[in-house]
């Protein structure tokens, strides 16, 4: 049997544009995305009346990006975190990205991992049952990232739901929405600019 | 097929099949996703209440039939004539300390006295993603005087797309208090033939009183639907219903959700029974298993008297309409209401069935329409 958010037909579309500093656009990807399980997994928390008691909770505010992708064994739904998220040095202390680092559920567990905001003017309904998420990484952001001294490109997205269950001390988000694509070596000439659309 | 609905009559699984989300699901999750964090910030409890999550879940059950039962039918209680009523009188008249077991009905309905009834609902709508309510189109088409003039019971109460639950004389008479049907004589005698009340209950029905209400159906809505005083029934207890009992179903036919607790984290939490209204349960944390499970218990009485209504081909799962409420003049929290609910609601899931849930067979020595036993839907949904 088909589970809810495959029933009820959950999808999403993924546009990301280079936006160079003279004004100029460039759409490097352009394709579908792969809902997770997480997501099935924060609306049952809902549904149950079992997780958070605000609707805020369940809302996606939050994205991260990743050097590592696709994730060994491809990407499918039942994946629960990036194959290699960047740290909140990795995102730059520059940029005008809020990082804010937090216990992430994965698979019964926690990982202490950064994501961005997605601020509440880019999260946008554009249809009855439609929902666009607008991330910017800015042009002083996921500059230069390095690791065991190689040059490390982006390569990976997702999208986290804030608190599912309501956690009081602090927000422990959940991946929902995952994607990945060609490598990208952001560098302070361009800002990337992920245009998300999810049809619930 | 999306979801799943089980009917259970005690142990027994009558039924299974997968159900269908509509586009109101999607719409709930796009407005869940897009509610203002600022609302938060605002120190007024009711602005504040409308981020409380279960605002945004399942609220509501709700049981319809095909739109011939409301307007086509002329056997089935809706049905209303000049003729129907005049042939009341003459009974009420001439037979009035008699009592029948089912629907009054020779030449008018079914011969139904005692045996089971097999109501006319016509075909039902087909299952359309697109719906907004169960069935179109659901008018009743019985007109008769109100206040010396004919009026059309629908121009007063239009149909909702589902059944209602007017037969309660609290529900009706309140319902009614101010429109041309609240006349409780009818040609100068109080409550004995049908009045304008009782008539305008009984064409919009559809869900009997509770056990310890059994006084209190107006005495000329039991005339005109079991044919009978309802106090001079003696099997009366085999039509009482579970929803009317509890006053867990508004006047619209929504039956309210009656826990929002959370199942698993609460020491010695127990689940509700499904007669006291519509109950959910699901798992948590490690033992999540992404299924949530909806229950609701239709009594007997309940099957036998909507019967009598056309029967249920649909079932549908309800949450609230947040926009609706709030332009309703209603402000969160939506406290639940019979006759004046606060809460609008919106079309979650349905599900149609192929054979009416109230579908009953004689055996002869007790026969249909007094032995309808107890049925319990269970909707589960898989959100892994």
Known sequence: MKNFTEELGINGHLTIIKQYNDGQEEVVFDDHNIIVSGMGVGLSYMFTGSGSNSVLDYQIDRFQVGVSGPPTGGATSAIYQLSGPCTEDEYGAGSNLFIAVKDQITNNTYTTLAAAQIPANKRTRIKDSSVRYTLVIDEEACNGIQRGGNDMSINEVGLLMKNPTGNISADRPLLVAYRTFSDIIKTSDFSLIFRWTLNF | MRGEVEIWQGDSLLYTEPNMLVDGAGELLAEIMTVSPSLSAVEDHA???????????????????????????TRNAQYLNAGKIEYLVDKFETL??????????????????????????????????????????????????????????????PGN???????????????????????????????????????????????????????????????????????????????????????????????????????????????????????????????????????????????????????IYHLGLWTIDMKESLLNGNTPPFAFSVLNNPRKYKLFARKGLSKNLCYINDDGATPGFDNHTDLTIKWRLHFL
């Open chain 2, 47 to 73: 602005t504040s209440s409308i981020l409380d999550s279960s605002n945004y879940t399942i609220q509501a059950i709700s049981f319809g039939t095909g739109s011939d039962a409301f307007n086509k039918s």
């Open chain 2, 96 to 157: 009035a300390a008699g009592y029948r077991t089912g629907p009054v009905t020779t030449g008018i309905q079914n011969e139904v006295d005692g045996s089971s009834y097999i109501p006319d609902a016509g075909l039902p709508e087909w299952p359309n993603p697109t719906s907004r309510v169960l069935e179109h189109n659901t008018s009743v088409a019985a007109t008769f005087a109100g206040s010396g003039v004919d009026v059309a019971v629908s121009s007063v109460f």
């Open chain 2, 161 to 311: 797309g589902q059944h209602v639950n007017f037969l309660p004389s609290s529900i009706g008479s309140g319902m009614m208090e101010a429109s041309v049907f609240s006349s409780t004589e009818y040609d100068g005698s109080t409550q004995y033939y049908p009045s304008s009340l009782g008539l305008a209950q009984s064409v919009l029905g559809a869900f009997p009183i509770g056990s310890s209400t059994g006084g209190d159906m107006d005495r000329a809505t039991s005339r005109v639907m079991l044919g009978e005083d309802f106090t001079q029934r003696d099997v009366g207890n085999k039509t009482y219903g579970f929803f009317n009992e509890v006053s867990s179903m508004d006047v619209s036919g929504f039956v309210n959700m009656v826990m929002s607790g959370s199942p698993g984290t609460t020491t010695g939490y127990a689940m509700s029974s499904g007669a006291s209204g519509l109950c959910v349960s699901g798992g948590i944390d490690a033992t999540n298993s992404g299924t949530v499970e909806y229950s609701v218990m239709l009594a007997g009485g309940d099957l036998a008297t909507v019967n009598l209504y056309g029967g």
